[in-house]
């Protein structure tokens, strides 16, 4: 309503300049004597006065033309107040923008690296001067620092490790194991006699990782020997 109102307002003033300035130059060009649009122009007996009225009746009918072409302003969406200052007569303009909708990235979390797994371990016995009978269970174990078994190896069957000789065994992982769980750990060999055996060896082997790091673990010289018992040898992993 107010933007109609403000129309119709700026119509008014255009055409009271255009009858004004139409009235002026009639009247400088007839010398005068004009009474029309509610204007009443006295007779002119100058030239120059008939002059200068006909150029203010040109200026009023620029000024109504120039105001109907003027396009209508815009804010934009924005509101604006205005305040006068009636000490100082200046006019201050302050103008809200419009409200605007923002997002604020959240910044992704990086993901840990998972720490490294040891996921296989050999063994291998270097047989020496004594064989291992066939019927002598073998039972390889790989220990944390806290006696928890990590990785083992159990005979199934019998197996003779004669002299000479070089057998490997792959022991088998006792579900997930750290890296770090190696770090003062132990291997340990042993044998179940059936009746008497003597079996005299070497051994080495190692613990693998998954960053492809190691522990390692070896004995040299050693001898099991029993009479339907459970003989055992140990070494750390280093």
């Known amino acids: 309503m107010r933007h109609e109102s403000e129309i119709e307002g700026s119509t008014s003033v255009q055409n009271t300049l255009l009858l004004a300035g139409l009235a002026c130059l009639i009247a400088a060009i007839v010398g005068g004597g004009l009474r029309a649009f509610g204007i009443e122009i006295p007779l002119l007996a100058s030239i120059p006065r008939q002059l200068v009225l006909g ?106 490790f004669k002299d000479p000789s070089s057998v490997t065994k792959v022991l088998q992982r006792n579900g997930d194991v750290l890296k770090a769980a190696l770090i003062g750990g132990s291997i340990e060999v042993c044998i179940t006699t059936t009746g008497n055996d003597t079996w005299n060896f070497n051994y080495h082997g190692a613990v693998i990782a998954d960053d492809k790091s190691q522990a390692s673990f070896e004995a040299t010289g050693q001898s099991l020997s029993g009479h339907n018992s459970t003989q055992c040898t140990s070494a750390p992993l280093r």
């Open 55 to 160: 150029t203010l009746g040109v200026v009023l009918m620029l000024i109504a033309a120039t105001s109907a072409r003027r396009p209508p302003v815009d804010n934009g969406g924005a509101s604006t107040s205005s305040t006068t200052s009636a000490a100082s007569g200046t006019s201050e303009t302050a103008t809200t923008a419009a409200p605007t909708n923002s997002t604020t990235a959240i910044p992704s979390q990086t993901s840990q690296t998972a720490p490294p797994q040891a996921v296989s371990a050999s063994v291998t016995f270097d047989t020496t001067t004594d064989n291992k009978d066939d019927d002598s269970y073998l039972v390889v174990v790989v220990r944390d620092a806290s006696n928890r078994q990590l990785f083992a190896y159990r005979q199934q069957g019998k197996e003779e």
